[in-house]
């Protein structure tokens, strides 16, 4: 599976942006994907998961009521809508997939197996 992250930019506090993993060399739909994001000189750490079928989802805390995780397999594309963005969301956004037909998406970096390229979000103050 190739992954391709998309959709990060500029934005004040307060502001939104959509993120976009999409797919391609495999079905998408019997996996797994997470987004994760790495500020400079910081670990990267999970933000969002959402299982094979859409039925589940897995949030950071950081970001729950802010963040909407969902899919698309027609158009083998995972979302990462972001509203209420503050300042410390700005990092580099990845995506990441590993094959799984459990209920409950994985929150540990390790469970991934498939990693795009990140996608930049800077908030401004």
């Known amino acids: 599976v190739q992954l391709q992250a998309s959709g990060g930019g500029l934005v004040q506090a307060g502001g939104s942006l959509r993120l976009s993993c999409a797919a391609s060399?495999?079905?998408?739909?019997?996996?797994?994907v997470g987004w994760f994001r790495q500020a400079p000189g910081k670990e990267r750490e999970f933000v969002a998961a959402?299982?094979?079928?859409?039925?589940?989802?897995n949030y950071v805390d950081s970001v729950k009521g802010r963040f909407t995780i969902s899919r698309d397999d027609i158009e083998n594309t995972v979302y990462l809508q972001m509203n209420t963005l503050k300042p410390e969301d700005t990092a580099v956004y990845l995506c990441?997939?590993?094959?799984?037909?459990?209920?409950?998406?994985?929150?540990?970096?390790?469970?991934?197996?498939?990693w795009g390229q990140g996608t930049l979000v800077t908030v401004s103050s």
């Open positions: 990441a997939a590993y094959y799984s037909r459990s209920l409950y998406p994985a929150r540990r970096r390790e469970e991934y197996d498939y």
């Open positions: 959402i299982n094979w079928s859409g039925s589940s989802t």
């Open positions: 060399g495999r079905t998408f739909s019997s996996y797994a």
